[in-house]
């Protein structure tokens, strides 16, 4: 079995009055019984490691360079993620495939250097609503998965998670088959490259507009083993119930 997980992306939200929602946070959680990881903007990584050493929660990165040093400026790599106190990091997330001009083979590069620097690596896939109207979803998530996922990878260093581009941020949510198919999908493309017990201890999270009144109806879903929760991780009170829905899922 795979290990829960419900994880926050920040994205490019929080300051230094943030440090009070994971004070929060940690308080309305207590002992979840699921990891709960937080991924916020690079600047606060070190002091939310540090405001959270004593609790269940930990702290991730949003994205990583793919080199461990050098002359790239504004970039971080994994290393110095994991100095600041970071134990995982959000990788090829679509805002980044689409800002940023990553593809498969980048995401690729990142998560083998988070994995050498023993961070693991949350690999983000999914289809535009194009590609799901083309019927190209199958199609797109496997090659996404086969191109971004490293031979490096192990069950402990690797997490996936499913986020259709159309339901992020948008309130749109897929239905509970699409959603069984996809990651149904992803555990057999895992399993036949690297094996089945790799493929079932590997989390397959779903993201996309996950809040409080969805999460536990995601969670009910076949091959579903947490979250990649955005906008409803900024407040405590959004983010500790899916916490808790995935702990009684
Ligand atoms: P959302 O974002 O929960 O705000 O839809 C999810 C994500 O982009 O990881």
Known sequence: MARKLAAGNWKMHGASASLAEIEALAAEIGAPGVEVLICPPATLISRLADKTANT???????????AEMGAHTGDISAGMLADAGANHVILGHSERRTDHGETNA??????????????????????????REAGQTLDIVTSQLAGSVPDTSTAANLVIAYEPVWAIG???????DQIAEVHSALRSALSDR??????????LLY???????????????????????????????????IVKALASS
């Open 56 to 66: 269940p929660i930990q702290i991730g990165g949003q994205d990583c360079h793919a």
């Open 106 to 131: 980048t995401v690729n590069a990142k998560t083998e250097a988070a994995q050498a620097a023993g961070i693991t690596a949350i690999v983000c896939i999914g289809e535009t609503l194009a590609e």
């Open 170 to 176: 948008t309130g749109l949510v897929p239905t509970n």
């Open 194 to 203: 690297f094996g089945s017990d790799f493929a079932n201890a590997i989390p």
């Open 207 to 241: 993201g996309g507009s996950v809040k409080p009144g969805n999460a536990a109806e995601i969670f009910s879903v076949a091959h579903v083993d947490g979250a990649l929760v955005g906008g409803a991780s900024l407040k405590s009170s959004d983010f500790a119930p």
